[in-house]
Every structure is written in structure tokens, then in C-alpha cells.
């Protein structure tokens, strides 16, 4: 009898149905094998030695597993084709070697991409031998977070700062609290800007103030309400005017790559509103079931039979001008990535059809169709950009329309992308230059600068990946450990906060372990991890190299007196804390400041215990609704501004009205009178098409309660922007109706 070991009991099944008999194979569930939990389990001072011990709770299965050695004609150890699968490889062998169960049964290390009979077999004919540069490069990464852990985390229990110290984590945690300290900061600047509504032969179209005057009109030219009414003054509607040039081109966009890890997981958040944890839980499934290759990659290549047969795919079912005369080549971004893997890709392409189904389903067909489409042929576009001139020559105006004129990898894929390179197409009517135009109406508008976006689980990964930290099989845990530990939440847009918590354990870390939250420096480690796996460094030299800094950082910090780090931690939240620079007690008068306990940390007053004045800390759940920071100002005339959890808005205690574009800094009473007083446009839904499971049509509503949604049959889902048919299908009918309305 031949064994195979694998990682999970589903692909254990999986597996042994294409080998048939003579076979077995069993599921190691993981690791089974780590450090002991103790100090002293790496050994510093004697070339970082370490002490393992069987995981609790895998006692039974590494009896499975050395009860079927005991009878095998010979061993195949099939974890997964990454540092952590070499990892459990390695640790299995070792413990068989340990109890001397192996004899002259010969031991085979095997690794396959996809789940498929011709990869099995194919890798089970290659065999080689376990890579001990990847074993090193694990080992490395495992001592460091054990050293980390053991170390720093002490410090931080005895002073109550917080749980725990990740080394890939608190960096994490840092750029969540960077990210807010900027959005505090921030000053909203006002400008406006100046449009035209056009009329060509009752055509109409809308275009931009570029120039007035000899000036040229820039994004923060018109600062103000005085600088827009000088340009109205001098332009009375209607307003005679041509067509002073005209600029007509193609342009075309490139299909996107191929998935990888990172890219998975963000465009899985953007359209299917997926975590990280949920994406990789998912993907895992589709992996161990055959359905697609292996999910933790960084690599964008695919190998030549899977491009065969998506060509194919393409010329059969879309024909030839959806097929490029050659094969879309991608370059991989990351320069660690392991060009032997594979980009994320289904491993079948005859349909997307299967029996698939819920969030297994959608990430599929997401898969699916972002590889099909990245070896489909450019999506085509007539840009047309057009100036108009008045017949005064006191202003220029500027439109650009664009209309797609062939679909390209569009007709499978669209991402849902941050920027606006997908922007809506806007077609202009035929004109030429010369063309009377008459601008009917001219539309001044109020804007201000917006602060930095929060990070949500998307940007945050994507970020992660530019800097350098991290890698693919780290990015979903990174995002589940920020938030189980409580140093980090999500509102209801799924934006990341940082809680009371998190600044604190930011705060002390930035002073006491620069290096620890220093992007360079984790970007560094990193690097060093990929040097060892790739057998340009030595084991022993990185962990030498990290721990002689680190350890330095310790010694220095262990003697620091709580109060010290007290005063530190204030420094560093102060603006947060005290955003108006009121720190005084209400009841004492003396300073107010932060205060550490079990419970987490509170604002309390400096003369405690004589004054026992305490005050809770806002958390991101209160920051979903209400804001610490400018969240209530007071108008007049009995008006309030308010940050309630579905944004800003203005309230004159009977009528409530968003309020999206204002801040407690550019919100005035004029303004709230105006928008109290403003009536509510009945918004016309937009027809997307209808729904075969029931024949009805569906609606995409631009503006609701809670933004824009789409509509079918009594089931709504909110949406960002209006989704092409096949997902607002699937969101529909992924959705069940609100109980209110399914009584019959």
C-alpha cells in the first residue's frame, strides 16, 4: 500500500478517487506539530534551538498517521506547495523519524497546484525531496513571532497596554492609527467649480469652466462664493458660444491579470462584500474540491495548457475577434513571487456552469470570469474631447464623452475598481468645430477637499502588498487578528477604526519599538524570509540579524516606569483625546489624560483618587454612528448638525436631511436652512434588465435610505453603483426577501 498525506480530510477524498487502489490517503488537519508555549522554547544563546511538542488536540491523528506508516510500502507527503505545507512536510518526517517507524520505507515529497487526476498523477511521478531552504525560511518566521510574542507581549500585560505584539500585526494596527491621525488633522479647503448645461441642436450635454478671463480655471482656482460670482456677472444665460476644438481618438483598456492572493481578496471585498477570513475559508473549499489551482499565490502567470484552453474557450464561444493573435502575457508586481506557481484560476474552462452553490458559487464564477476575460482581446473606445468658447471669448468650457465601441474582455469582466478608469460611458452629440452651441444654463457648485480615505480590508491588503508585508498566506489572518484582538473595527461601510486600544498599543510601540511598526523594517524582514526560502541567506544570520536589534529594544523598554509610558501614550493621543484642546476635569479643574486598567483605557482627571471624574472612549462602534470628533454643532435658530451612522445631516428637530458634503468645519446655518428647505426629488429608478428565475425586472435606485440599492420583486440589496445584469442577478437571488413583505 502506497500513502499519501495531505492537509485536509476533503482533499483527501478527493485525491484518492483518482488513484484508486493501492492507495491511501489521510489528512494531517494542518499542523500537527509546535513550539512548546513557554519562554525558552527558541533558545537564544544557543544558535536559536527549539523545542516542539505534538499541537494539543492532534494526538489522534499523528496516531492515524504512524499506525498507517507502520504498514506502508512507501510514504507520499503532499501538503500544500508553500512555505507553511513544506513546514508540515518536514514536521511529520520528523516525528517518524523520531520514532524510528520508517525503516527502509522510502519517503517522497510531492506537490501539486491544482486538484486535478493529471496533476496528482503528474506530481506523484516527479517526486523530490523536501526543500530545507523553505523549512529554514519557516523556521526563521516562526521563531521570530515566538520571540516577539514571549518578549514584548509580557511588557505589555504587566502595564496593561494590550494583548498582544504581532510583528506583522502591530504594523497593521500602526497604518489604521496613521490613517486616522491624518483624517484628524485634516482642514477642508473650499472651492467650486462652474458648469455649463450645452445645447446642440436640443442635444444636451454638460461641460466645465477650463478658462475665464485669460485665466485658467483649475480645481482650486474659484475659492469661493465672491470669486464664482464674478464669473457669473459676466455670464448672463443664455449664453451664445461654439465649438472651438474638437480632439477625437481610440483608446483602449487592457484586460486585468489574473488573480492572485491579494487581488483576490480585494476585488472579492469590493463585489461580493467578502473579508479576507471569509474569501481564503472559500477558496480553500474550491481548492481542496478540484475546482481551481491553489489559492495562495502572489504569482500572475498561467501555464501554457490553461491558456491553450481558454483560447479555445474564447474562439469557440465569443469568436475570433474577442481571441488576441498572441497570449496575454502578465508580469508579476511582486519581486519575491514564485513564478513556479500559478495565478489563482479555475481548473476547468469548458463552462462556468457547476454545482456550485451561496458564496462557494460567487467566488467561483468571479474566478471564472476574470480568468477568461485576461486572455480576451482590448475593450475599445471613442474618446471625443471638445472646448467651448463663447462668443465674447471670456470663457472656454471642456466635455469629454466617451462611448464604447467594442466590448473586448467587458463582455466577461468588469472589476470594480478604486479609480475612475471605469468610469460610465458619456456620449456626446456629433459636433464639429465652428458649431453653435448655447449654454442655457450655468451651475456654480460648492465643494471641499475630502480627508484620506479609511482603510477598509481591500486597501488595507492592497497597501500592505505595495509596502512589501506580508505574503499571501498572511494577508486574511493579518485581517482577522486586528480585529479579534480588539485593536481594530469596522463601521457599516466596512471601514477600518482604530479602537481605544489601538492607539494605545500604536502609541507605546512607536516610541519604546520603533523598528517593530517601521514599514521599512517589516518590509526588510520580509525580504530576509524570501532571501532564506530562495538559499541566499543562512537561517542563523537572519535571526541573528533581527534579534540583536530587537532584543536591544526589549532590554531598553522593560525598565521604563508606567508613568513615563503614561505620559508618552498621552503625548502621542493628545489631538485625538482632546481634538478642541480641552483637557481640563469638569469637576477639579486639574488635567485630564488617559488612563490604563484591565478593562482597557479611559480618560480619567490627574488628582484621582481625590477626584474620581472618568470619562469612556469612543470605539469604532461609536465612531459608526457619532463621531468624538465634531460630531454635534449647534446652528441656531434651534438647527442642529449631526453625525449620525449613516452619515452627516442636518436636523431642525422635526425634519432630518443629509448633509454628505459637509463637515462641523463648512456646514453653516444658510447651508442647513437651504437643504431643511430643499424638496426631495423623487429619484427615477433605472431599468437593468430582467430576472430569468422570475421574470421580473430589475431596478437600480441611485439614491435610498441607506444609498443606492437595486430592486426586484419585493428584494432589495444595496449596492455602490449600478451593477451590470448577471450581478444584480446573482445579488438578488442570493438575498432572501425582508419578512415584512413575504407574508402572504
Known amino acids: 500500500m502506497n500513502l499519501l498525506i495531505v492537509e485536509s480530510p476533503s482533499k483527501a477524498k478527493t485525491i484518492e478517487k483518482y488513484l484508486g487502489a493501492g492507495w491511501h490517503v489521510i489528512a494531517s488537519v494542518g499542523h500537527v506539530r509546535d513550539l512548546v508555549p513557554e519562554n525558552g522554547s527558541v533558545d537564544t544563546e544557543h544558535?536559536?534551538?527549539?523545542?516542539?511538542?505534538?499541537?494539543?488536540?492532534?494526538?489522534?491523528?499523528?496516531?492515524?498517521?504512524?499506525?498507517?506508516?507502520?504498514?506502508?510500502?512507501?510514504?507520499?507527503?503532499?501538503s500544500d506547495p508553500d512555505r507553511e505545507g513544506e513546514a508540515i512536510a518536514w514536521h511529520i518526517l520528523d516525528i517518524l523519524n523520531s520514532k524510528k517507524l520508517l525503516g527502509k520505507t522510502?519517503?517522497?515529497?510531492?506537490?501539486?497546484?491544482?486538484?486535478?487526476?493529471?496533476?496528482?498523477?503528474?506530481?506523484?511521478?516527479?517526486?523530490?525531496?523536501?526543500?530545507?531552504?523553505?523549512?529554514?525560511?519557516?523556521?526563521?518566521?516562526?521563531?521570530?513571532?515566538?520571540?516577539?510574542?514571549?518578549?514584548?507581549?509580557?511588557?505589555?500585560?504587566?502595564?496593561?497596554?494590550?494583548?498582544?505584539?504581532?510583528?506583522?500585526?502591530?504594523?497593521?494596527?500602526?497604518?489604521?492609527?496613521?490613517?486616522?491621525?491624518?483624517?484628524?488633522?485634516?482642514?477642508?479647503?473650499?472651492?467650486?467649480?462652474?458648469?455649463?448645461?450645452?445645447?446642440?441642436?436640443?442635444?444636451?450635454?454638460?461641460?466645465?469652466?477650463?478658462?475665464?478671463?485669460?485665466?485658467?480655471?483649475?480645481?482650486?482656482?474659484?475659492?469661493?462664493?465672491?470669486?464664482?460670482?464674478?464669473?457669473l456677472s459676466k455670464l448672463k444665460t443664455p449664453v451664445c458660444a461654439a465649438v472651438s476644438r474638437i480632439e477625437r481618438k481610440?483608446?483602449?483598456?487592457?484586460?486585468?491579470?489574473?488573480?492572485?492572493?491579494?487581488?483576490?481578496?480585494?476585488?472579492?471585498?469590493r463585489k461580493l462584500y467578502f473579508s479576507s477570513k471569509r474569501t481564503m475559508s472559500v477558496a480553500q473549499k474550491l481548492y481542496e474540491n478540484g475546482f481551481i489551482t491553489y489559492m495562495r499565490t502572489d504569482a500572475t502567470n498561467l501555464?501554457?495548457?490553461?491558456?491553450?484552453?481558454?483560447?479555445?474557450?474564447?474562439?469557440?464561444?465569443?469568436?475570433?475577434?474577442?481571441?488576441?493573435?498572441?497570449?496575454?502575457?502578465?508580469?508579476?508586481?511582486?519581486?519575491?513571487?514564485?513564478?513556479?506557481?500559478?495565478?489563482?484560476?479555475?481548473?476547468h474552462f469548458d463552462s462556468a456552469e457547476n454545482n456550485l452553490a451561496g458564496d462557494e458559487k460567487k467566488l467561483y464564477d468571479l474566478i471564472w470570469k476574470r480568468t477568461i476575460a485576461c486572455q480576451m482581446t482590448n475593450a475599445e473606445f471613442d474618446s471625443v474631447?471638445?472646448?467651448?468658447?463663447?462668443?465674447?471669448?471670456?470663457?472656454?468650457?471642456?466635455?469629454?464623452?466617451?462611448?464604447?465601441?467594442?466590448?473586448?474582455?467587458?463582455?466577461?469582466?468588469?472589476?470594480?475598481?478604486?479609480?475612475?478608469?471605469?468610469?460610465?460611458?458619456?456620449?456626446?452629440?456629433?459636433?464639429?468645430?465652428?458649431?453653435?452651441?448655447?449654454?442655457?444654463?450655468?451651475?456654480?457648485?460648492?465643494?471641499?477637499?475630502?480627508?484620506?480615505?479609511?482603510?477598509?480590508?481591500?486597501?488595507?491588503?492592497?497597501?500592505?502588498?505595495?509596502?512589501?508585508?506580508?505574503?499571501?498566506?498572511?494577508?486574511?489572518?493579518?485581517?482577522?487578528?486586528?480585529?479579534?484582538?480588539?485593536?481594530?473595527?469596522?463601521?457599516?461601510?466596512?471601514?477600518?477604526?482604530?479602537?481605544?486600544?489601538?492607539?494605545v498599543i500604536a502609541a507605546y510601540l512607536s516610541k519604546y519599538f520603533t523598528d517593530l511598526v517601521d514599514v521599512n523594517f517589516t518590509a526588510k524582514t520580509e525580504d530576509t524570509l524570501d532571501d532564506?526560502?530562495?538559499?541566499?541567506?543562512?537561517?542563523?544570520?537572519?535571526?541573528?540579524?533581527?534579534?540583536?536589534?530587537?532584543?536591544?529594544?526589549?532590554?531598553?523598554?522593560?525598565?521604563?516606569?508606567?508613568?513615563?509610558?503614561?505620559?508618552?501614550?498621552?503625548?502621542?493621543?493628545?489631538?485625538?483625546?482632546?481634538?478642541?484642546?480641552?483637557?481640563?476635569?469638569?469637576?477639579?479643574?486639574?488635567?485630564?489624560?488617559?488612563?490604563?486598567?484591565?478593562?482597557?483605557?479611559?480618560?480619567?482627571?490627574?488628582?484621582?483618587?481625590?477626584?474620581?471624574?472618568?470619562?469612556?472612549?469612543?470605539?469604532?462602534?461609536?465612531?459608526?454612528?457619532?463621531?468624538?470628533?465634531?460630531?454635534t454643532k449647534e446652528l441656531g435658530d434651534g438647527i442642529i448638525f449631526r453625525v449620525g451612522k449613516f452619515g452627516p445631516y442636518v436636523t431642525d428637530g422635526v425634519k432630518n436631511v443629509s448633509a454628505k458634503k459637509y463637515n462641523a468645519d463648512t456646514i453653516t446655518l444658510d447651508i442647513a436652512r437651504e437643504l431643511l428647505a430643499g424638496e426631495k426629488k423623487k429619484v427615477e429608478p433605472i431599468e437593468i434588465g430582467k430576472n430569468p428565475a422570475t421574470d421580473k425586472m430589475i431596478y437600480f435606485y441611485p439614491t435610498g435610505r441607506y444609498g443606492a440599492y437595486i430592486s426586484s420583486n419585493k428584494v432589495n440589496v444595496s449596492v455602490k453603483e449600478q451593477p451590470d445584469l448577471d450581478t444584480a442577478i446573482d445579488l438578488i437571488n442570493n438575498k432572501k426577501p425582508n419578512k415584512r413583505f413575504s407574508k402572504k
Open 303 to 347: 501555464s501554457m495548457d490553461a491558456v491553450n484552453e481558454i483560447r479555445g474557450f474564447i474562439a469557440k464561444n465569443y469568436g475570433d475577434k474577442f481571441l488576441p493573435a498572441s497570449p496575454n502575457v502578465y508580469v508579476t508586481k511582486s519581486k519575491n513571487a514564485q513564478e513556479a506557481h500559478e495565478a489563482i484560476r479555475p481548473t
Open 385 to 503: 474631447a471638445a472646448d467651448i468658447l463663447t462668443d465674447d471669448k471670456i470663457a472656454t468650457f471642456h466635455t469629454v464623452g466617451r462611448t464604447r465601441t467594442f466590448d473586448g474582455f467587458m463582455k466577461v469582466y468588469i472589476e470594480d475598481r478604486d479609480d475612475d478608469e471605469e468610469e460610465s460611458d458619456k456620449k456626446l452629440p456629433a459636433m464639429n468645430v465652428g458649431d453653435k452651441i448655447e449654454i442655457s444654463e450655468i451651475k456654480p457648485e460648492q465643494h471641499f477637499t475630502q480627508p484620506p480615505a479609511r482603510y477598509t480590508e481591500a486597501s488595507l491588503v492592497k497597501k500592505l502588498e505595495e509596502l512589501g508585508i506580508g505574503r499571501p498566506s498572511t494577508y486574511a489572518t493579518i485581517m482577522s487578528t486586528i480585529v479579534d484582538r480588539q485593536y481594530v473595527e469596522q463601521d457599516k461601510q466596512r471601514r477600518f477604526h482604530p479602537t481605544p486600544g489601538g492607539w
Open 106 to 231: 522510502p519517503v517522497y515529497r510531492v506537490a501539486f497546484h491544482e486538484i486535478t487526476k493529471r496533476a496528482v498523477m503528474d506530481a506523484i511521478a516527479h517526486p523530490r525531496e523536501i526543500d530545507s531552504d523553505l523549512v529554514d525560511a519557516y523556521l526563521v518566521r516562526r521563531a521570530l513571532d515566538y520571540l516577539i510574542g514571549f518578549e514584548i507581549s509580557p511588557l505589555l500585560w504587566r502595564r496593561n497596554l494590550g494583548k498582544s505584539a504581532g510583528r506583522v500585526q502591530s504594523v497593521a494596527v500602526k497604518l489604521v492609527v496613521d490613517r486616522e491621525r491624518e483624517i484628524e488633522d485634516f482642514t477642508a479647503v473650499e472651492y467650486w467649480s462652474v458648469t455649463a448645461k450645452c445645447d446642440a441642436n436640443k442635444k444636451y450635454f454638460d461641460a466645465n469652466l477650463i478658462s475665464f478671463d485669460g485665466e485658467k480655471i483649475d480645481k482650486m482656482t474659484l475659492k469661493n462664493r465672491a470669486d464664482v460670482d464674478n464669473v
Open 532 to 631: 532564506v526560502s530562495n538559499g541566499k541567506t543562512a537561517k542563523l544570520n537572519a535571526l541573528n540579524e533581527f534579534w540583536g536589534d530587537t532584543k536591544n529594544m526589549i532590554a531598553g523598554a522593560r525598565d521604563i516606569k508606567t508613568a513615563d509610558i503614561i505620559d508618552n501614550i498621552n503625548k502621542f493621543m493628545n489631538k485625538h483625546l482632546f481634538p478642541a484642546g480641552e483637557n481640563k476635569c469638569p469637576k477639579c479643574g486639574g488635567a485630564l489624560g488617559i488612563k490604563l486598567s484591565k478593562f482597557g483605557p479611559f480618560i480619567g482627571c490627574e488628582n484621582y483618587p481625590t477626584c474620581d471624574y472618568t470619562k469612556r472612549l469612543y470605539t469604532a462602534e461609536t465612531t459608526t454612528g457619532e463621531q468624538n470628533k465634531n460630531d
Open 47 to 78: 544558535d536559536f534551538a527549539m523545542r516542539w511538542q505534538i499541537m494539543p488536540g492532534k494526538e489522534k491523528q499523528i496516531k492515524l498517521i504512524t499506525d498507517n506508516v507502520k504498514r506502508a510500502d512507501a510514504v507520499y507527503l503532499a
Open 250 to 269: 481610440k483608446v483602449s483598456n487592457k484586460p486585468y491579470a489574473p488573480f492572485t492572493t491579494s487581488t483576490l481578496q480585494q476585488e472579492a471585498a
